[in-house]
Structure formats: C-alpha cells, structure tokens
C-alpha cells in the first residue's frame, strides 16, 4: 500500500486519505457545540437536521426491539421484512419495481452512497457532480480514486441543471453521475421530465445515474418523484435513500440503496467486510417507520414549507444580499458577494466565521459546496429560532454596512 509520511507527524498515512478532507459541514457543527459548552447562546442553521422529534411510534419500535432483545448481527443487507418494506414503500410512492434482493439497508444514507461509489468508480473514472454539491459527494468520489467533474449550475436559473449540461460534460471516461434533487444546499429541483431526459442520457451512453434521493419527500414544486420511478433505465440507476430526513432520524443512521442485481451483491459484499449490518433495533425502528402512518411526513414539508417563506424574507430584507427561493429541501443559499471587501471580508468562509463569532449566528461558507460566493442555511429550526437568528444576521450586516 502506498503510503506518505506527514512533515508535521510519524504516522503513516494512506495516499487514499490524503485524497480527502473533513466534512466541512460537520467541522462546522463541532465549532458551534464548542461555543456553546462555553454557555454561548448560538442560533444554529449550519447542520442539516430536522429540529423534530422522531415521530413516537418510530421510536417506541426500537425500544420494543431492545427489550425483545432484538439486539444481535443481523443480515448483512438488512432484516428481510424491512428490505421487503422499503422496496414496497419505493414502489407506492414513486412506481419503482425493485425486488428486496436489490436493496441494501445501511447505516445512513452516506454510508449507501460511499458504497455505491466505490462498487462503481474506477481509478481514473470521471464522475459529473452538478455545482453546488452536497459536501460528501467530491471526498468520496476522489476517495474511490475517482475524478469529479464539476457541472456549474447558473444562480440565475435557480440552480438548476439541464440535460444539455449533462450532455457537455460527458467524455469517454465518464462513469457516473450524481444527481441529488431536491438539492443541497440550493434547494434546486429538477422537474420530472428533465430528470427523465437526463437519465435517458445517462442510460444510453452506459453511464451510471446515483441519484442522492435523501430529500425526496420535501418537494415544494412538483409531486415527489423518483428515478427509480423511470423503470426502462433500471440497469443504470442507483437509487440512495435516507430516513435522517424523511423521518427526523438522523442520529439513529438509517438509509438504503436500490440498484441493479450485479450492483447490489457488491454493495453488500463490501458492506460485509466495513459494519457488517446496520444496528438490529434501528432496523425494527426503520421498519416502523415505512409501514407506519406516513403524517408526519406531510407535517413537516407543510412546517418547511412556511419556514422557507420566512427564511427568504428575512434575508431579501439584508440590503444586497440575493436569495433564490429554494423548490425543495431545508437550506436556503444567499448570495453574500456584496460583502466581499468591507470590513477586511474577502470570503464566504470569513462572513461565516464572522457570524459565528460576532453574530452568535451558525452558518456553513459555500466553500464547501463549490461555490464561494454563497452561505448555506438550514432552515430546519423553531420559528423563533428562525426569526432570532434572522435578525442577529440582519444587525450584522448593517453594522458591515
Ligand atoms: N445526501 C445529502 C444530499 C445530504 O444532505 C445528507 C445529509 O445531510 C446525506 C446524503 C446523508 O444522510 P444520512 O444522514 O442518511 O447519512
């Protein structure tokens, strides 16, 4: 194995970790709980975390579990009964026709997709990641000794990608791309025709179509739709699923991915040698979750939805800085260039790490999601916590002023 030697430390270190950074958004959130330990009063936009409860019947079915002592390894790919429930769930709600055999249940939805990219991408192979990306999607891909190929999405047009944008960025070494709409952090969603044609592209040149389905339930501007839903390019997709989101689950590390036979056996054949199995009860708890009643998820996309409209006020109201009003998801990605150059500001990282430290205010520089022109927040808080930290940002900036 190659290794190299850091100037600052003995250890030895692969050339595989060297291709990675830490997650920038969980920098960030270690940041702020360390303000916080400090007694620190901090409005908190920077994780993306549902500020919900998980709902009671989720939770009361893992304590069930624990208390069956339903407590020991269970099948690499997930307990029959709840790989059986997500694929009719899928099937429900977005008209997929995945067998249980094709999914695989995980320990969150990052972990399907770091497995999903590592069964697909070769050293050399070009990945085409839309801009701006979710933070993951460039470390993993470059983890997998891949190449990604940046897609710049116009600000302008909402973010939003087009099949032609696809279609240009395409070479012969492309080998996938990866698609996550509703988007984080722009909030951008691709209609239902436009996905199509994009997945027809992907399906007719043999590229594989990851698609990060991990907001699928929050879509503000059209019924929620799947490309596991487009069952004619079934060969080529790679459906990765969440529960963080959907269900407020995202301590208990919940997701899934569905793909083709030959993708999904070697899905699980590395799973089988990293965590073996996702935990037992977080299992019966997720089983609860997709057979159960399915209001809350309606409750929440009905709470994001009047959040989102507040969220984009409040931040049309600071002078000069622009807001697309985000189609799906929980963050909202202002524009803060006007800002460049007072005050020594020459950075969304710096306005940022000013926020946090001035302002009290948590929020994520667009650095980390390939655009520096912008800041992420979650908008995925209490209303009050919403309109507090709206107005701290608000008093901020005019003092920049
Ligand atoms: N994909 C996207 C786009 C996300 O925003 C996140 C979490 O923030 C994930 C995947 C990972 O979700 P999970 O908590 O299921 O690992």
């Given at each position: 194995?190659?290794t190299t030697?850091?100037?600052?430390?003995?250890?030895?270190?692969?050339?595989?970790?060297?291709?990675?950074?830490p997650?920038?958004?969980?920098t960030?959130?270690?940041?702020?709980?360390?303000?916080?330990a400090?007694?620190?009063?901090?409005?908190?936009?920077?994780?993306?975390?549902?500020?919900?409860?998980?709902?009671?019947?989720?939770?009361?079915?893992?304590?069930?579990?624990?208390?069956?002592?339903f407590?020991?390894?269970?099948?690499?790919?997930?307990?029959?009964?709840?790989?059986?429930?997500?694929?009719?769930?899928?099937?429900?709600?977005?008209g997929?026709?995945?067998?249980?055999?094709?999914?695989?249940?995980?320990?969150?939805?990052?972990?399907?997709?770091f497995?999903?990219?590592?069964?697909v991408?070769?050293h050399?192979?070009?990945?085409?990641?839309?801009?701006?990306?979710?933070?993951?999607?460039?470390?993993i891909?470059?983890?997998?000794?891949?190449?990604?190929?940046?897609?710049?999405?116009?600000?302008?047009?909402?973010?939003?990608?087009?099949?032609?944008?696809?279609?240009?960025?395409?070479?012969?070494?492309?080998?996938?791309?990866?698609?996550?709409?509703?988007?984080?952090?722009?909030?951008?969603?691709?209609?239902?025709?436009?996905?199509?044609?994009?997945?027809?592209?992907?399906?007719?040149?043999?590229?594989?179509?990851?698609?990060?389905e991990?907001?699928v339930?929050?879509?503000?501007?059209?019924?929620?739709?799947?490309?596991?839903?487009?069952?004619?390019?079934?060969?080529?997709?790679?459906?990765?699923?969440s529960?963080?989101?959907?269900?407020?689950?995202?301590?208990?590390?919940?997701?899934y991915?569905?793909?083709?036979?030959?993708?999904?056996?070697?899905?699980?054949?590395?799973?089988?040698?990293a965590?073996?199995?996702?935990?037992?009860?977080?299992?019966?708890?997720?089983?609860?979750?997709?057979?159960?009643?399915?209001?809350?998820?309606?409750?929440?996309?009905?709470e994001?939805?009047?959040?989102?409209?507040?969220?984009?006020?409040?931040?049309?109201?600071?002078p000069?800085?622009?807001?697309?009003?985000?189609?799906?998801?929980?963050?909202v990605?202002?524009?803060?260039?006007?800002?460049f150059?007072?005050?020594?500001?020459?950075?969304?990282?710096?306005?940022?790490k000013?926020?946090?430290?001035?302002?009290?205010?948590?929020?994520?520089?667009?650095?980390?999601?390939?655009t520096?022109?912008?800041?992420?927040?979650?908008?995925?808080v209490?209303?009050?916590?919403?309109?507090?930290?709206?107005?701290?940002?608000?008093?901020?900036?005019?003092?920049?002023?």
């Amino acid at each position: 194995m190659a290794t190299t030697v850091s100037p600052t430390s003995s250890a030895k270190i692969s050339d595989r970790l060297r291709r990675i950074e830490p997650s920038l958004t969980l920098t960030i959130v270690a940041e702020g709980a360390k303000l916080k330990a400090q007694g620190h009063d901090l409005v908190d936009f920077g994780a993306g975390e549902p500020h919900f409860s998980t709902p009671r019947h989720i939770k009361d079915a893992a304590i069930e579990a624990i208390n069956k002592d339903f407590t020991k390894y269970t099948n690499v790919a997930g307990i029959p009964p709840l790989r059986e429930a997500i694929v009719k769930r899928h099937a429900t709600d977005f008209g997929s026709d995945y067998t249980a055999g094709e999914c695989t249940v995980s320990t969150g939805g990052k972990l399907a997709l770091f497995e999903a990219i590592q069964v697909v991408v070769d050293h050399g192979d070009e990945v085409i990641v839309p801009v701006p990306y979710w933070v993951s999607f460039k470390d993993i891909v470059q983890y997998a000794a891949g190449t990604p190929v940046y897609v710049e999405c116009n600000e302008k047009s909402n973010f939003k990608l087009t099949p032609e944008m696809v279609e240009r960025a395409i070479t012969p070494r492309t080998r996938a791309m990866i698609i996550n709409t509703p988007n984080n952090p722009s909030g951008a969603v691709l209609a239902e025709d436009e996905f199509r044609q994009i997945a027809q592209i992907a399906f007719d040149r043999g590229i594989y179509l990851i698609c990060d389905e991990c907001y699928v339930y929050f879509n503000y501007a059209h019924a929620p739709f799947s490309a596991g839903g487009f069952t004619q390019f079934k060969d080529r997709t790679i459906v990765i699923g969440s529960f963080s989101k959907t269900y407020s689950m995202t301590g208990w590390r919940m997701g899934y991915s569905l793909a083709p036979q030959a993708v999904a056996t070697e899905i699980q054949k590395l799973q089988s040698q990293a965590t073996s199995s996702s935990a037992a009860m977080v299992q019966k708890a997720a089983l609860a979750a997709v057979t159960g009643p399915q209001d809350c998820v309606g409750e929440f996309k009905a709470e994001y939805m009047k959040l989102r409209e507040i969220a984009v006020k409040g931040l049309r109201e600071i002078p000069g800085i622009t807001c697309t009003k985000p189609d799906g998801a929980f963050y909202v990605y202002p524009n803060v260039t006007r800002y460049f150059g007072k005050a020594g500001i020459k950075s969304a990282a710096d306005i940022s790490k000013r926020l946090l430290h001035e302002a009290h205010v948590v929020t994520v520089p667009g650095e980390g999601f390939g655009t520096e022109e912008h800041i992420r927040l979650s908008y995925a808080v209490k209303e009050e916590d919403l309109r507090r930290g709206l107005q701290r940002m608000k008093d901020w900036f005019a003092q920049l002023a």
